[in-house]
């Protein structure tokens, strides 16, 4: 079948006055235009990524009440548990609060379950057999939660509090946890609900640095400059495929900024595995040579490997971890292709499925982890 290319016209005078007022190519006005940025003021904007522009973290439903038990747990030295998803998200999200919790020295664990031998979320058996016997006091999930009714009441039966922050969607009655920090609630008139859940996660340090300072927390150690996170927050928040527009373009950006400084060895060991050349500018390079490294381990072995490689102080260290990464990446891909060329092939044994508008297609012997990125294709 042959393609034809319709391309969208733009208003003429709306590319004229962009092109005119920001000295711009006409090209590049035509396309902001198409995407229906039309005003002199958002052009700049957009063109012009600024932390000036950023909504108030604090407009976020549940945000007030998160950062004042957070506050509570911090002096009274409780037991914090950081739960997160497994995968590029969720781990960033995990390593941006396990970062600035360690930091302040909070007394922080964190938890990423096993993708194949626990599934999705926090769930009843995570309270029983591993907060509760941890001693935990606080739990604060991230990049999930917003579905664990469950876990949620078994924690509150054994008095561990929840905050949920999360960015998947969400029922109109959510989880009865102490806070659920989501901007995707029906109730939650932010408009921030393009945040990737490391957007989300980045958002509750923002609120709790500042009640930290409003509460002359910072006379004992150096206030920490957030932008130094943006690397883990631009990663993750490209990995997630959300879309790179308001927030998320402004993190996106100085993200890229902080991982062409090459401070983080983590970071630092994985470009030279990728033998990525230059400053780091392009988000194709993070969401299809850095974000599959990361995510392999969560598909085929265990997330938590990803979280070491972020929190290393020892490029050494580093290099060894992503080693391992790369390996198991390899063994993705094996997989992938395998469970892909026996379905095409089946596909072309059965024709008449191909008129089908859904098609479902199972087999016991198809790996867990590979099943997204398989259906994708």
Excluded at 49 to 78: D, H, L, Q, Y
Excluded at 209 to 236: M, Q, T, Y
């Amino acid at each position: 079948m042959k393609k034809h290319w319709q391309m969208l016209q733009p208003d003429i005078g709306s590319v004229r006055k962009i092109s005119n007022a920001l000295k711009c190519n006409p090209i590049i006005a035509s396309i902001l235009v198409n995407r229906n940025i039309v005003s002199v003021e958002d052009a700049f904007d957009f063109l012009n990524p600024s932390f000036n522009n950023m909504r108030s973290p604090f407009s976020i439903k549940g945000m007030n009440t998160s950062v004042s038990r957070i506050f509570s747990a911090i002096i009274n030295n409780e037991k914090i548990l950081i739960f997160g998803d497994y995968d590029v998200d969720g781990i960033t999200a995990t390593t941006v609060l396990l970062e600035f919790f360690s930091y302040i020295g909070a007394n922080v664990y964190y938890y990423i379950p096993h993708r194949i031998k626990e599934g999705y979320g926090l769930q009843k058996n995570h309270i029983t057999d591993y907060a509760l016997p941890k001693g935990i006091n606080l739990i604060i999930t991230v990049d999930c939660g917003s579905s664990s009714y469950d876990a949620v009441k078994a924690a509150q039966r054994v008095g561990i509090d929840v905050i949920i922050t999360d960015h998947h969607r969400i029922s109109d009655r959510p989880p009865h946890a102490f806070a659920v920090v989501n901007p995707k609630r029906a109730d939650c008139t932010s408009g921030l609900d393009n945040l990737a859940g490391v957007g989300v996660a980045f958002y509750l340090l923002i609120c709790l640095r500042k009640h930290l300072r409003d509460n002359s927390f910072w006379h004992k150690i150096a206030e920490p400059n957030l932008k130094n996170l943006c690397d883990l927050v631009a990663l993750g928040t490209i990995a997630d495929m959300v879309p790179l527009v308001d927030e998320n373009r402004i993190l996106v950006n100085s993200g890229l900024e902080k991982i062409c400084t090459g401070e983080r060895n983590g970071m630092k060991a994985l470009i030279e595995e990728c033998k990525l050349k230059g400053p780091l500018t392009d988000t194709d390079d993070i969401a299809f040579k850095l974000a599959p490294r990361l995510n392999a381990p969560g598909r085929i072995d265990h997330a938590k490997t990803a979280v070491e490689l972020l929190t290393t102080k020892r490029l050494d260290v580093a290099r060894q971890i992503v080693q391992t990464l790369n390996k198991l990446n390899i063994q993705r891909q094996v997989i992938e292709k395998k469970l892909t060329d026996n379905i095409l092939l089946y596909l072309n044994k059965n024709p008449h499925l191909l008129q089908k508008k859904t098609l479902v297609l199972s087999d016991q012997g198809w790996h867990e982890g590979i099943l997204g990125i398989a259906a994708s294709r």
